[in-house]
């Protein structure tokens, strides 16, 4: 079993930065893919970045791609996301999820642990 906790997530205004981060422990964490997604109320959750198992591949959705910046440290265990030119619209839990496969999936229901999510709420 594999655990992950996010952390970083606050209020900030438009056009600020965060970093979100997500410890994971349980397990051996270079094994996983590791992924980004975010939920808005009302909202379906949806894919926002996810990094291949060496880090060396990344995939983001169109919505921020260029804001936003997934990596890695396996020595941490720990995954990032980096968000910067954030929008009111990027307001969500973003939650953080990891894959025991070997390709680099968008779809949630392809992941199978999942963190308690990190408030990010963006005023404009």
């Known amino acids: 079993q594999v655990q992950l906790v996010e952390s970083g997530g606050g209020l900030v205004q438009a056009g600020g930065s965060l970093r979100l981060s997500c410890a994971a422990s349980?397990?051996?964490?270079?094994?996983?893919?590791m992924g980004w997604f975010r939920q808005a109320p009302g909202k379906e959750r949806e894919f926002v970045a996810a990094?291949?198992?060496?880090?060396?591949?990344?995939y983001y959705a169109d919505s921020v791609k260029i804001r936003f910046t997934i990596s890695r440290d396996n020595a941490k265990n720990t995954v990032y996301l980096q968000m910067n030119s954030l929008k009111p619209e990027d307001t969500a839990v973003y939650y953080c999820?990891?894959?025991?496969?070997?390709?680099?999936?968008?779809?949630?229901?392809?992941?199978?642990?999942w963190g308690q999510g990190t408030q990010v709420t963006v005023s404009s």
């Open positions: 999820a990891a894959e025991g496969g070997l390709v680099v999936p968008a779809a949630p229901s392809r992941y199978d642990y």
């Open positions: 349980g397990g051996t964490f270079s094994r996983y893919v």
């Open positions: 990094i291949s198992r060496s880090g060396g591949t990344t």
